[in-house]
């Protein structure tokens, strides 16, 4: 009897000391994520991010990764509704609501890493292409840019020549209006859809980035590579949040989580896609696959062509207050200036 009373009373007090000391409630940022459960979006940017938001709040913010709330181009609707409360979103899913974003995606013929890229995306997006607000609704921590997109084929290719008339997979912005420009004729489908594509002969090529050689197993479909430094163009990106998140968290945390997004984030994502492009060219290379690089004439051409798509994107976004041709300069001297502060490596927390 006298054991059962210390019983109960350690009971109430434990009780009480509950009542007494009350858990701090955390709040959760809901992402929503498109890639696969493999794609660095998921291995390196999301676990890093959730690793500097929780030290830098001292843990009163976390992040919670949820897969397949909706397709890629929805992604932007999900968290201006409110569905999620972060996701990342490729500009060129979204035609003609983005054409700003088409800047980082034109060739520059020079070899530079996208943790650079990024970084010098965020800057000028941050200096020129903010105050045009096509990213109306949502809050923009982060733009990003993925690796050299290069050109995939069944058949070896040599020269520009030999893709007139190619049935080729093309995704959105810079890369669709490059492929009409050298008569390749565009077929319209996502990267995960090249495998299959490419084994039923629906295409004959593809235009994609370095990592989908591995990732989406283009090198077992499409063998042959021809490159151009810095790729035949760029794909642009950001990771976007609702601005009604904002109301849970204090003005401090707010501030603590924006100082490790920005250019930190931007260069978390680039550095991903480095690393991914990296194993996707080794792995292509394990298979016995071919890198031709792009001959001098050809190069000499792709410039002629550039410089036209350039101008008619200045023309489309006339009007929008920009001055887009500074906007452009400016993003070609942060390139170089990018580079010397690469080091994100360091920072990346891996799950």
């Known amino acids: 009897m006298k ?7 350690g009971a109430v007090a434990a009780l009480g000391f509950s009542f007494a000391a ?9 992402v929503s994520t498109w890639g696969g459960p493999n794609h660095g979006i998921n291995t390196i940017v999301w676990p890093t991010w959730k690793a500097w938001i929780e030290e830098a709040t001292e843990g009163r913010v976390t992040v919670e990764v949820v897969h397949d709330m909706g397709p890629p181009a929805a992604q932007m609707e999900i968290v201006a509704d409110g569905i999620a409360d972060a996701t990342w979103i490729f500009h060129g899913h979204m035609s003609g609501r983005f054409e700003l974003t088409q800047l980082p995606e034109f060739p520059t013929f020079e070899a530079f890493s996208s943790e650079a890229a990024s970084a010098a995306y965020w800057n000028t997006y941050q200096e020129y292409l903010a105050a045009a607000d096509e990213h109306n609704g949502v809050d923009v921590m982060a733009m990003g840019v993925h690796g050299p997109g290069q050109i995939f084929t069944r058949d070896q290719v040599d020269s520009l020549d030999q893709l007139s008339g190619m ?11 490059l492929a009409s420009a050298m008569d390749v004729s565009g077929v319209a489908m996502p990267p995960t859809s090249v495998y299959e594509g490419a084994s039923q002969g629906v295409i004959q090529g593809a235009m994609l980035t370095l990592e989908g050689l591995r990732s989406f197993r283009v090198a077992e479909v499409l063998p042959h590579t021809l490159t151009v430094d810095g790729g035949f163009y760029r794909g642009s990106f950001a990771i976007v949040m609702n601005p009604m998140f904002w109301d849970q968290v204090s003005a401090e945390d707010r501030e603590a989580i924006e100082a490790v997004s920005g250019e930190g984030l931007s260069r978390l ?3 991903m896609m480095d690393a991914m492009d990296e194993r996707g060219v080794a792995f292509a290379k394990e298979q016995g696959n071919t ?3 792009a001959s001098e004439e050809d190069i000499e051409h792709l410039r002629g062509v550039t410089d036209e798509l350039i101008a008619e994107w200045n023309a489309a976004v006339e009007g929008r207050g920009i001055d887009t041709e500074a906007a452009l300069a400016h993003f070609r001297e942060q390139l170089a200036l990018a580079a010397e502060g690469e080091g994100i490596a360091d920072r990346v927390v891996h799950p």
């Open 269 to 271: 994502f680039g550095y």
């Open 3 to 9: 054991m059962t009373n210390r019983l109960m009373i």
């Open 291 to 293: 890198f031709t690089e």
């Open 167 to 177: 049935r080729m997979r093309v995704g959105g912005g810079v890369m669709s209006n």
């Open 22 to 30: 009350p858990v701090l409630a955390q709040t959760t940022i809901t």
